[in-house]
């Protein structure tokens, strides 16, 4: 099964090193769009500083890093590859940065960069987003307490009810390699196989 570690929350941590402070902020993004308008903000907010420098990534595929005028390779790639060291997805960090006075040289930005996007990185909650189905199950009323009953599985959960004069129509989110037992169990309780629509499967947390 995919499981993909996020962010869920915005968060800043800071380092002061040679005189220059470095401001870290991560916050939680899904599209390239998103990054790039949140980014925008940051750069607004920021908008004294000497350097905003940045790196996202969003699942499954898409990257992007920045110098934002850091000599080459010195910020933008030390960011991202931070966030790929924690395995992370879905994440903008920008590092930004307010000149103190004294050159870091090529090996101090590189370090002072994945310092900063490190501590920001290893700071925020996380969650892991998981093979997600939807699907609805249609029992009769004497049915119903054994749906109930198999619920109760750590991986699968009732997210909704809806009664009519036949009997219940539950819609219940699982695990996607839950949803075989799901059906060998309501198999063996019922003695048959209900009516199960899959609905929708994606990325996300029961």
């Known amino acids: ?33 998103e990054a790039e308008s949140t980014l ?4 607004k907010h920021y908008y004294d500083a000497t350097h905003n420098c940045f790196a996202y990534r969003i699942y499954p595929d898409i990257e992007r890093y920045s110098d934002d005028g850091e000599p080459s390779n010195t910020a933008g790639k030390p960011i991202m590859s931070a966030i790929k060291g ?52 249609e029992v009769n009323f004497n049915e119903v307490n054994y749906v109930y009953h198999l619920t109760r599985l750590e991986s699968v959960k009732i997210s909704g009810e809806e009664y009519s004069n036949n009997g219940v129509s539950f819609t219940i989110r699982l695990k996607a390699d839950m949803l075989e037992v799901l059906k060998e169990n309501l198999r063996e309780k019922l003695n048959r196989i209900p009516e199960i629509i899959e609905l929708e499967e994606r990325l996300d947390t029961l």
């Open 86 to 137: 924690e395995e992370m997805y879905n994440t903008l960090v920008v590092v930004t940065r307010y000149f103190g006075g004294t050159k870091l040289g090529v090996g101090g930005l590189i370090k002072a960069y994945t310092e900063s996007a490190k501590k920001v990185l290893q700071s925020v909650k996380t969650v892991y987003l998981e093979n997600i189905k939807t699907v609805n199950v």
């Open 40 to 43: 925008e903000k940051i750069r």
């Open 1 to 33: 099964m995919e499981k993909i570690k996020v962010p869920v929350e915005e968060k800043k941590e800071s380092l002061t090193i040679k005189g220059s402070k470095f401001i870290s902020t991560i916050i939680p993004v899904k599209t390239r769009d």
